[in-house]
């Protein structure tokens, strides 16, 4: 594989398989940061989290369930604490925090989503220019040579192809792992959706009682 890099930089492909590769480079870098914010520093079990907040509640008060919320890194741990903070407030108020709590976390989670979704279609379009500045640089030698020998012509258009070929290995993979964390960042939302309906609830309707 380095080898057919550097045919594609020295043959027709030039500035574009460099830029391929920094297109491989940020992609390499975003999969790493979304692996790490997405399935370590997000991972929580939503209900199982909502389940122990409402029990801590109900034992020793709002107060204590706010400082279980600060001990937890996950967004719906913060989503979840912005609606504490209004319990005394009304449901009006606690579903207003929660749209804005939720707007930030969202960009959180959806943080670099945009580039990697760009980096699978600018990738395949490098490595069309690449394929045909390579195919203009082959026929202009063949041009000035005056004469078409099959391996001089076989040779070129096979160095010009290199970059399409890079750009696509670089593409699809991407792709795939787009779609895959996409997938997971629908998930989180719909848990926080429904983390937070399940809080207001229980502070509109029972947790009035049990303080009695």
């Given at each position: 594989?380095?080898?057919?890099?550097?045919?594609?930089?020295?043959?027709?492909?030039?500035?574009?398989?460099?830029?391929?590769?920094?297109?491989?480079?940020?992609?390499?870098?975003?999969?790493?940061?979304?692996?790490?914010?997405?399935f370590i520093k997000?991972?929580?079990?939503?209900?199982?989290?909502?389940?122990?907040?409402?029990?801590?509640?109900?034992?020793?008060?709002?107060?204590?369930?706010i400082a279980l919320?600060?001990?937890?890194?996950?967004?719906?741990?913060?989503?979840?604490?912005?609606?504490?903070?209004?319990?005394?407030?009304?449901?009006?108020?606690?579903?207003?925090?929660?749209?804005?709590?939720?707007?930030?976390?969202?960009?959180?989670?959806?943080?670099?989503?945009?580039?990697?979704?760009?980096?699978?279609?600018?990738?395949?379009f490098l490595g069309?220019?690449?394929?045909?500045?390579?195919?203009?640089?082959?026929?202009?030698?063949?041009?000035?040579?005056?004469?078409?020998?099959?391996?001089?012509?076989?040779?070129?258009?096979?160095?010009?192809?290199?970059?399409?070929?890079?750009?696509?290995?670089?593409?699809?993979?991407?792709?795939?792992?787009?779609?895959?964390?996409?997938?997971?960042?629908?998930?989180?939302?719909?848990?926080?959706?429904?983390?937070?309906?399940?809080?207001?609830?229980?502070?509109?309707?029972?947790?009035?009682?049990?303080?009695?």
């Open positions: 594989m380095i080898r057919e890099f550097q045919l594609g930089t020295e043959g027709g492909g030039g500035f574009a398989m460099w830029f391929l590769l920094v297109c491989a480079i940020l992609g390499v870098a975003l999969i790493l940061e979304r692996l790490y914010s997405l997000a991972r929580l079990n939503p209900r199982g989290f909502l389940e122990r907040l409402i029990s801590i509640i109900d034992s020793q008060g709002i107060n204590a369930g919320c600060d001990q937890t890194a996950a967004p719906v741990a913060k989503i979840l604490r912005s609606v504490l903070e209004k319990a005394h407030q009304g449901k009006d108020a606690m579903e207003e925090m929660v749209t804005r709590s939720a707007a930030t976390e969202l960009g959180f989670l959806d943080r670099g989503m945009a580039l990697l979704a760009g980096l699978t279609t600018v990738a395949p069309f220019l690449g394929t045909v500045m390579g195919m203009i640089t082959a026929f202009a030698a063949i041009a000035r040579a005056g004469e078409v020998e099959p391996t001089v012509v076989a040779s070129g258009i096979s160095t010009a192809l290199i970059t399409t070929k890079w750009g696509l290995i670089i593409a699809a993979p991407l792709a795939i792992i787009h779609i895959l964390f996409s997938g997971k960042v629908d998930g989180y939302t719909r848990d926080m959706e429904e983390a937070a309906s399940g809080l207001i609830d229980y502070l509109i309707e029972q947790y009035p009682k049990r303080k009695k």
